[in-house]
């Protein structure tokens, strides 16, 4: 797995992953993002005999990465369904759970995958390759209004309208099937020093939308909540402020809007003890060396 994984996906904050986690070497954890299986292997070597990962990726691409280890059993799934796997293997409670919820190297690498305009590809951005929704679907099927809601919800972009008008203009001559004639269709609609940023948070709008990502986020950060034994750590690593959003609110309050509920005497019911209160970053040494962690933020929380 070493040499495939190095091409595959570089693990983001190993050591502080691993540190969250505060392992328990016969513990129950969960990996729910495997990808290159960088973060699965760190915590299999710090797992005991009796100890099990459930590691869990819906691309089918992550299989090649597995080592053979009796300790992993991979579910080739998205983690929104972590609750029904986890009761299908007979696992009431887990010790752990770590989420990172990048894309992978891999993806972006991948022309064929279509989730960068790096290289010319199929407009797709499907996680699940089997998934019935790709991006060249939403590109040229929704309409005007769903489009700019879209770009400005999952995008932040502040010209989302403008966005969605030119995207339509462009699609009304021919469908817009490739990651280049998307980005074509865009040239000119952003100031030329922010162009590659801003043509990213377009590609970032669609992925999110094409994968479910925020609604898979939260029931899957739902569904660990519960699964967590008292003491156990979760661990999410995000990469944007919407994803960020979600994880800080449901660590301090239980929920994705952040309101902390409080019984008749006034004592918060939130079931998660955040352990950090401002997320940590990567170090200067490790954004250097792998430049997508640069955006990286990871909290940390503890089941009360």
């Known amino acids: ?82 609750s029904n796997w986890m009761r299908y293997y007979g696992v009431e409670h887990i010790d752990g759970l770590l989420a990172d919820l990048g894309v992978s190297s891999h993806h972006f690498d991948d022309g064929s995958r279509g989730f960068s305009f790096r290289q010319d590809g199929p407009l797709d951005m499907r996680m699940n390759k089997s998934a019935r929704l790709s991006a060249a679907d939403v590109v040229n099927e929704y309409d005007e209004q769903q489009l700019a809601s879209l770009l400005h919800l999952y995008g932040e972009l502040r010209n989302a309208r403008r966005v969605a008008q030119a995207i339509v203009k462009a699609r009304a001559e021919r469908p817009i099937a490739t ?57 999410v690593i995000t990469y944007h402020s919407l994803e960020d959003r979600i994880v800080k609110n449901m660590m301090r309050a239980g929920n994705t809007a952040g309101v902390v509920e409080k019984d008749f005497y006034g004592r918060s019911s939130a079931p998660l003890k955040p352990l950090t209160n401002k997320p940590e970053t990567p170090t200067q040494e490790e954004t250097e060396a792998n430049p997508r962690s640069r955006s990286a933020k990871l909290r940390v929380a503890e089941k009360l």
């Open 1 to 82: 797995m070493d040499s495939q994984q190095a091409t595959y996906h570089t693990p983001v904050m190993l050591e502080e992953s691993m540190r969250g986690l505060d392992i328990k070497p016969q513990g129950i954890y969960v990996d729910a993002t495997f990808g290159g299986g960088g973060h699965s292997k760190e915590l299999l070597s710090r797992l005991g005999d009796g100890g099990r990962l459930f590691a869990f990726d819906q691309d089918s691409d992550a299989r090649g990465n597995l080592p053979s280890d009796p300790r992993l059993t991979f579910v080739q799934s998205n983690f929104r369904y972590l």
């Open 179 to 235: 990651t280049m004639a998307l980005a074509e269709c865009l040239k000119g609609l952003f100031p030329r020093e922010r162009e590659k940023k801003e043509v990213t948070k377009v590609f970032q709008a669609l992925r999110i939308e094409v994968n479910h990502e925020m609604e898979a986020l939260t029931e899957l950060l739902d569904s660990a909540t519960t699964l967590l034994a008292s003491g156990g750590r979760l661990v």
